[in-house]
Nanobody
Framework: QVQLVESGGGLVQAGGSLRLSCAASGFIFSRNDMGWFRQAPGKRRDWVAVITSDGSTNYADSVKGRFTISRDNAKNTVYLQMNSLKPEDTGVYYC????????WGQGTQVTVST
C-alpha cells in the first residue's frame, strides 16, 4: 500500500532554513509528479510546490524564490529546501501527488518564530 512519510520539520527563527524530506513507497515513484502542501492553523491545505516526473518545477507565488523542490528517484524521496523562512510559512507540511490521489501521511510541523 502507498505510504508517504514526511520528516525534517522543526522550530526555526524567521530568516532560517529547513529541509523537508518525504519518503514514498507503494507506487512507481519515478513515474509520478509529486508535490508539497501545507496547512496553516485554521486554514485549508494548499499546494506549495510541484515537481513533475521529468523534473520540471512550479511554485506558489508565496514561496517562489525561497523554496526549492527536488527529487531523488533512486531513493523514492522528494525534498523541499526552505530558505528565508517567514512566520507565515508556519504549518504542517505534507507531500502527495499534485492531484492528492494518495492517502495523506502524518505531515511534518514547521514553526517559524519572529
Amino acid at each position: 500500500q502507498v505510504q508517504l512519510v514526511e520528516s525534517g520539520g522543526g522550530l526555526v527563527q524567521a530568516g532560517g532554513s529547513l529541509r523537508l524530506s518525504c519518503a514514498a513507497s507503494g507506487f512507481i515513484f519515478s513515474r509520478n509528479d509529486m508535490g508539497w502542501f501545507r496547512q496553516a492553523p485554521g486554514k485549508r491545505r494548499d499546494w506549495v510546490a510541484v515537481i513533475t516526473s521529468d523534473g520540471s518545477t512550479n511554485y506558489a507565488d508565496s514561496v517562489k524564490g525561497r523554496f526549492t523542490i527536488s527529487r531523488d528517484n533512486a531513493k523514492n524521496t522528494v525534498y523541499l529546501q526552505m530558505n528565508s523562512l517567514k512566520p507565515e510559512d508556519t504549518g504542517v507540511y505534507y507531500c502527495n501527488h499534485p492531484d492528492s490521489v494518495y492517502r495523506w501521511g502524518q505531515g511534518t510541523q514547521v514553526t517559524v518564530s519572529t
